[in-house]
């Protein structure tokens, strides 16, 4: 039951008063990390989408890279790194996986699940490209788990099991990024695992980043979905198609609330296609009253929160939690007008490369609310 974004609901955002982020500021953007950029991040949660919680302690993943003067270098070379929070205060625990483990040459976003009964922390990921092989945008998607133990300040998580790829691209509903290229806004999709349990009856869901197979269009991102059914993970059609509209769902995630499923995705104006309507950067979703829909948008646009029109790069890859926090991290800030093309020294001086404040939304059925 794969919902297509509309053109006609995207074009709506421009005659609705924009649901604007606070503008982040100077003494927001001071790193929590020195010569580290830091980007996408997600907690480690329970198997009912709760953050963990170690005796107040949560604890986080982040894509993270050496410091470089040009910020667009750090897919490229981007390493999980585990952190954690207590109190707002953040320590670093250094790169999750051991040097040369992933398949891939660099790892990029994924979800992470902790057992409390076993003390088995999960870890479902993308690995880009393949090591020993030229570099590529092809992305797969892994399962690992490890021993995790969290006393006061230290976290030690012990030996990782073998990577286990999750699911391959079908090669029909969804594109296979072995086949494609890449480029600026057009990097074809098959990454960003993100785990969910139905409540309604247990059964275990991954959602994915995708691209669509069937469709020849330069702009067919979707948001994909597999199922586990009897140990192993099955392709269903996609969850939303932006076909024509969208080329990048980024990260998508749900939050089951009210008895309804509650579809988040992060996506920027630059990755709309030509010549249609788009929208700003910012973190958008779609409402249904079953996990595999059908599916309404947000709002009756699918904008659900907007970087502020007086900086509209200033943060990016939402994430709502369960308790509808919305994490993210800051992009280019304090821009002031300028941007990137006319002033490209602004990619050294201006990238936040750290968490962006967290906000809160409300939700009211089909309608979401900023709260900051």
């Not at 006609?8 to 953007?29: M, S, W």
């Not at 670093?92 to 790892?107: I, K, Q, S, V, Y």
């Not at 029909?172 to 074809?188: Q, V």
Request: aromatic residues 10%; hydrophobic residues 40%.
């Amino acid at each position: 039951m794969t919902t297509h974004w509309r053109a006609a609901d995207i074009a709506r955002i421009d005659a609705l008063p924009l649901p604007e982020i606070p503008v982040i500021g100077a003494a927001q953007a001071a790193r929590v990390l020195d010569g580290i950029d830091l980007w996408d991040m997600w907690p480690v949660c329970l198997t009912d989408g709760t953050t963990a919680a170690f005796d107040g302690r949560t604890l986080w993943m982040i894509l993270s890279a050496a410091t470089d003067p040009n910020p667009d270098l750090r897919h490229d070379v981007a390493r999980i790194r585990l952190m954690s929070q207590k109190d707002k205060v953040w320590r670093d625990h250094g790169n999750l996986l051991p040097d040369g483990f992933a398949p891939g040459t660099r790892e990029w976003a994924g979800s992470a699940v902790f057992d409390p009964a076993s003390a088995l922390l999960m870890l479902y990921f993308t690995s880009t490209g393949r090591r020993g092989d030229p570099f590529s945008f092809e992305q797969r998607m892994f399962a690992v788990s490890a021993p995790l133990a969290v006393e006061g300040d230290a976290v030690s998580v012990g030996d990782w099991s073998p990577p286990a790829q999750l699911f391959t691209s079908d090669g029909d509903h969804y594109i296979d990024t072995c086949r494609t290229a890449g480029g600026p806004g057009l990097i074809k999709g098959f990454r960003d695992p993100g785990f969910f349990r139905d409540p309604a009856d247990g059964r275990d869901y991954m959602l994915f980043t995708g691209s669509d197979g069937r469709s020849p269009h330069s702009h067919n991102g979707v948001i994909g979905i597999a199922e586990k059914v009897d140990g192993a993970w099955q392709l269903h059609p996609p969850l939303i198609s932006g076909d024509g509209i969208n080329n990048e769902f980024e990260r998508p995630h749900l939050v089951h609330r009210d008895g309804r499923y509650y579809l988040f995705w992060s996506t920027q104006r630059h990755v709309f296609a030509p010549g249609g309507p788009s929208g700003p950067n910012g973190l958008y979703g779609m409402v249904a009253d079953n996990i595999l829909g059908p599916y309404r948008p947000l709002n009756g646009t699918g904008l659900v929160a907007a970087n502020p029109v007086a900086e509209p790069f200033q943060g990016y890859s939402w994430l709502v939690t369960k308790s509808l926090d919305v994490v993210s991290f800051i992009d280019l800030w304090g821009m002031k007008g300028r941007t990137r093309d006319s002033h490209p020294e602004t990619l050294a001086t201006q990238f936040g490369g750290t968490p962006a404040p967290v906000f809160t939304l409300a939700l009211n059925g089909d309608e979401t609310r900023v709260v900051p």
